[in-house]
């Protein structure tokens, strides 16, 4: 079992409104990922981070940023929730060890913006 | 055309059949991945494989690197095998990065 965390699970916000998606993982992993699916659609990598300091855009375009001042931490924050920005978030992390590492998923958060 | 396709979209099988899941993939990869994602969201990894085949318990793996092909194989299939199967490549060059397939919606019934 993978120990990596998401909250919140579930989340209705009104347009406008600041959020933060919270990933946390305890592994000590180097590399943390964000992905967003919308239903019955695929994964889509919106951010990564190598290590501490270190973030980058992924290949869907996001309004949304991210931070990693600590191993074990990479949260998300949209600065102003719109609709057009409901969908499933998920985090992901993996040890870097080789190109190819296998990376754990959290559990999701399901955001719905009004 | 996506990069990594799956076939079928959809599949429902009754409990106890042979269940096969296809990928293709149009672009050099590093490895190949088979996930499995469970009503609610959550995602694990099955299998990582860059050539040959891996098994693990009923569920086997294939990957045919010359075709740009993967097949993942259920035996003996359960109800609790329901759930999203997604096949996803580390593209080469990629530097960990995954590129995913829409994911076969598998249902098993009783």
């Known amino acids: 079992e993978a120990d990596i965390y998401q909250t919140p699970r579930y989340l209705v916000i009104g347009t406008g409104k600041k959020i933060t998606l919270e990933c946390s993982q305890t592994m000590g992993h180097d590399k943390m990922y964000w992905y967003q ?3 019955g659609m695929e994964l889509h990598l919106i951010h990564y981070s190598y290590g501490v300091n270190s973030t980058e855009k992924g290949d ?3 309004e949304s940023t991210v931070s990693r001042i600590r191993t074990e931490h990479f949260p998300l924050t949209l600065e102003s929730a719109r609709p057009s920005h409901t969908s499933q978030y ?3 992390s993996s040890a870097g060890l080789a190109r190819t590492d296998t990376q754990y998923f959290g559990p999701g958060t399901r955001l719905t913006v009004l | 055309k996506n990069e990594v396709e799956q076939s079928p979209q959809n599949l429902t099988a009754q409990e106890g059949e042979f269940i ?3 990928c293709s993939y149009s672009v050099g990869i590093s490895a190949l991945h ?3 994602q469970h009503p609610g969201g959550g ?3 099955l299998f990582m494989l860059s050539s040959g ?3 693990h318990g009923r569920l086997i793996a294939t990957i045919n690197i010359q075709e740009k ?3 993942l194989h259920i035996t003996a299939s359960h109800p609790r095998d329901s759930a999203v199967y997604i096949c996803a490549v580390t593209r080469g060059g990629s530097n960990y990065k995954l590129t995913f397939g829409k994911g076969t919606l598998l249902t098993v019934n009783p």
């Open chain 2, 20 to 22: 096969t899941i296809n």
């Open chain 1, 37 to 39: 699916q919308d239903p």
């Open chain 2, 53 to 55: 085949k891996k098994k």
């Open chain 2, 34 to 36: 088979w996930l499995q």
């Open chain 1, 60 to 62: 869907l375009s996001s």
């Open chain 2, 43 to 45: 995602i694990v990894s």
């Open chain 1, 90 to 92: 998920l985090c992901a």
């Open chain 2, 69 to 71: 092909h993967s097949s």
